[in-house]
């Protein structure tokens, strides 16, 4: 619960300063200053191994700091989109427990590069806090890195604070770096008390005291990046010193919007809003359930924007942390007692109330909201079965501090529920339990030794299972790869591997391709003088790419000099698969149009007779969608564009708009092949020199392979043609069948159809009407008494189905009064079936449809059963059908009491 320090109101005065016009304060007062105003970076870091997502502003100007690339200006400015929700900086614990924690958060930030260095960036954040903000300097404090003398001097004396108000910390505080490596220094931070009464003066201790009890709040951290901390951990110089400084708007609007928390500014108030629309019961600070309202506005910005940045559910890396954070926010809505998406709603809301400064919430609101609805509701499937089992491993009021969930059970509550490791930790914390992660972890473990294992038994041995055999170097020299430009070589061998039967050669020139980016390798042939090898494997070996396969003939001796060879694969076989290269990167040009640019690859397949895309997105494709991408892709091949491929240094290539695929290693110089106009990606396979040499591209299908990954195969050019001719035939054949024309076979397919259902309509009525294929075999009139009587009929009849069968006995007992009776169906290859039917009137007496069928299914060999009205049993003794229908009259006559 929140304690009020300045206003605990959940509205705004109206003369507050909103969120929007901070930001754009801070934006433009560096501006009149000489800094440019850079747009935010992604939240997807690029080329970054070492960084989940974007965690400071700093972040898009690494390289530049590093001094690894150079930058058009000196000086910048930003608002920077930020998430702390996985690796080092992880602040998903505290979200909705404190004033001030966020996964999502917005960092205002003024940077120089190697020119303004500590005096400048003191004076700056100064005079913008103080002057344009308004802030009491008498509330202000600094602190500085203990040995930072000259940050202390200039706060004293080119600021005038007081010296009681300057703190020397340790590394802890004020040393700053983004992760374990990479740029980093002392740093100065700037924080606001927002007490009632600001004490004259105070000791380190209760300074830093105040601090956690958040009645003094850190606003400003401004680093003097000075160094590059390598591996080992060692702090090197940076090329020039900089500057990178950060504050987070979030707290800033706190402060100057005179509001108590993070949560009860306008960047959360229109959301926690949305929350209690969504569950009926409006936002209560004060309530025991106001935490899950704050977890779930705090999550829905970082679903929006992390959608928004290219980040798709999944259950691994980024995505895991995405699916882990819609999943969170389903348990707290589940907590407010909803049983349906909650968190989509507030996501619109978030798009709502942030798309003017983030355009790209607006343009992909679509896709945002239907991501996070199936989400959602994928958990919502799982939840309650995973909530039971969570409260018999962990029953409320049995842990009281020493209760442990085991590994195996955590893990089945993620394997078979869907729940997080840190949901469960979370869930188990509020229970006075812990989890046992070694344990969780091991049996996470043995899960993925198994799916290798399983993979691996899976897969063809090749020529790498026999490891033992040597290589031997038959000649110096070092290989290249020729095969973008040719398919038939001679060559030199440079290194061979004997394997009895079998035989592997690195080539000097190499024109065979090794399977990359979903291109498979390259078959063909290795002919020298008295051998050959029949190639049908490709490996990459530490001297090159080896080729391998049957051996036909002798190899010669390493010191003789019969090894040059001529090397060739096949033409058009790889003409088959630069088509379906270059089609799958229109293809995927085309669906990023259609459905939206959070379609990014997942996978892909391209051989010489198909090729296959995985993607992202979260449901089928209609028709529509699906007619639409292969017109698309069909322009383009049309549109005979060239497609050209260039070297290029990484950086250059994605700053220029290729497109790198997510999980895919790229070095400093990458291959960049660009349709003009239609696509642009990072590519090393081989693709045609034109569009237009793909010919046709068809869609042969499009289904579901994970959850929110769908895959499209499709063929091309001969493969394409092949379809067509494959599919016109059936067309011919269909016609024919139907005595008719192709261009006329639907229109007449039609009119059979409504011809046969216009007959089966009249049979239902004759059969109904009992007449038809309908032997009588038995009747009688039964005296009941006072005047009452019963009816039984023994009856065969020919049906379709058990559906006529039973549409018989509907109409008989619609006729009302008491009756029964057994009905002996003949059905289509020589099936056979008894029902029988007995009336209400009857049931009431004591006779019942399921007794009656044992009776007189025994005497045809038959076995059955069923309810009161309508049983059924089967028949293996045909001959005595007729005896059964008779028999049915004397088992109905016994059970109403009367003798056999």
Known sequence: MFRARIDSRTDLHASAMKAADIRQKFLEFFRARGHEVRPSGTLV????????????????????????????????????????????????????????????????????????????????????????????????????????????????????????????????????????????????????????????????????????????????????????????????????????????????????????????????????????????????????????????????????????????????????????????????????????????????????????????????????????????????????????????????????????????????????????????????????????????????????????????????????????????????????????????????????????????????????????????????????????????????????????????????DPSEDRWTAGALVPSDVRRDTARNHTATHLLHAALRRVLGEHVVQRGSLVAPQRLRFDFAHPGPMSAEERAEVEVLVNEAVWADHPVRTEVRAYADAVSGGAMALFGEKYGDKVRVVDVPGVSTELCGGTHVRHTGEIGLFRIVGESGVAAGVRRVEAVTGPGAFRLMKEREDWLDDVASALRTQPSAAAQKAQQLLREVADLEALLDEVRRGGGGAETEVARHTFDLGDGATAEYRGVRIKARGADDARAWGDAFLEEGGARAAVLAAEMPEDKRTLFTFVSDGLISRGVRADAVVREVAAMVGGRGGGRPHMAQAGIENPEKVDDALLAGRAVVERLLGGAP
């Open 45 to 556: 870091p690029a080329d970054d191994p070492t960084l989940l997502f974007t965690n400071a502003g700093m972040v898009p100007f690494k390289k530049v700091f590093l001094g690894q690339e150079a930058a058009p200006f000196s000086r910048a400015t930003t608002s920077q989109k930020c998430v702390r929700a996985g690796g080092k900086h992880n602040d998903l614990e505290e979200v909705g427990r404190t004033a001030r924690h966020h996964t999502f958060f917005e960092m205002l930030g003024n940077f120089s590069f190697g020119d303004y260095f500590k005096r400048d960036a003191v004076q700056y954040a100064w005079e913008l806090l103080t002057e344009v903000y308004g802030l009491d300097p008498a509330r202000l404090y600094a602190t500085v890195h203990h040995t930072d003398d000259e940050a202390a001097a200039l706060w004293a004396d080119v600021v005038g604070l007081p010296p009681e108000r300057i703190f020397r910390l340790g590394d802890k505080d004020n040393f700053w770096q983004m992760a374990d490596t990479g740029p980093c220094g002392p740093c100065s931070e700037l924080h606001y008390d927002v007490r009632e009464v600001v004490p004259e003066r105070q000791t380190t201790e209760e300074f830093e005291a105040a601090g956690e009890r958040e009645d003094i709040i850190e606003l400003w951290n401004l680093v003097f990046m000075q160094f590059d901390r390598d591996t080992s951990g060692r702090l090197n110089p940076l090329p020039a010193p900089s500057i990178d400084t950060g504050a987070g708007l979030e707290r800033l609007a706190m402060v100057l919007q005179g509001v108590d928390t993070n949560y009860h500014t306008d960047l959360f108030l229109p959301l926690l809003a949305r929350v209690g629309q969504a569950v009926g019961r409006a936002y209560d600070s004060e309530s025991a359930e106001a935490v899950s309202y704050r977890v779930l506005a705090d999550h829905a910005r970082a679903v929006a924007f992390l959608l928004a940045d290219g980040v798709f559910p999944s259950n691994e890396g980024r995505g895991y942390v995405l699916r882990r954070i819609l999943r969170r926010a389903v348990r707290h809505a589940w907590l407010l007692g909803v049983r349906e998406p909650v968190l989509v709603d507030v996501v619109d809301a978030v798009v709502d109330s942030m798309s003017g400064a983030y355009p790209e919430l607006g343009q992909r609101r679509d896709h945002l909201l239907r991501t996070t609805r199936s989400e959602e509701e994928r958990f919502l499937a799982t939840i309650e079965g995973g909530m039971v089992r969570f409260d018999q491993v962990a029953p409320d009021g049995a842990g009281d501090g020493g209760g442990v969930i085991s590994g195996d059970e955590a893990f089945r509550l993620y394997d078979t529920f869907g729940f997080p490791l840190d949901l469960t930790e979370l869930m188990a914390e509020e229970r006075g339990y812990t989890v046992d992660v070694p344990g969780f972890e091991a049996s996470l473990e043995e899960q993925r030794r198994r799916s290798r294992a399983d993979r691996a038994s899976a897969s063809p041995a090749g020529d790498e299972a026999d490891e033992s055999a040597p290589w031997e170097r038959v000649a110096e020299g070092d290989q290249s790869f020729v095969g973008y430009t040719s398919t038939e070589v001679s060559t030199r061998v440079l290194h061979v591997r004997r394997m009895d039967e079998r035989a592997q050669v690195v080539l000097e020139d190499n024109p065979f391709y090794v399977e990359s980016g979903g291109q498979v390798s390259d078959g063909g042939r290795v002919e020298g003088e008295g051998w050959a090898i029949d190639i049908d494997h490709v490996e990459k070996v530490e001297a090159g790419t080896a080729v391998g396969g049957p051996l036909q003939g002798e190899l010669p």
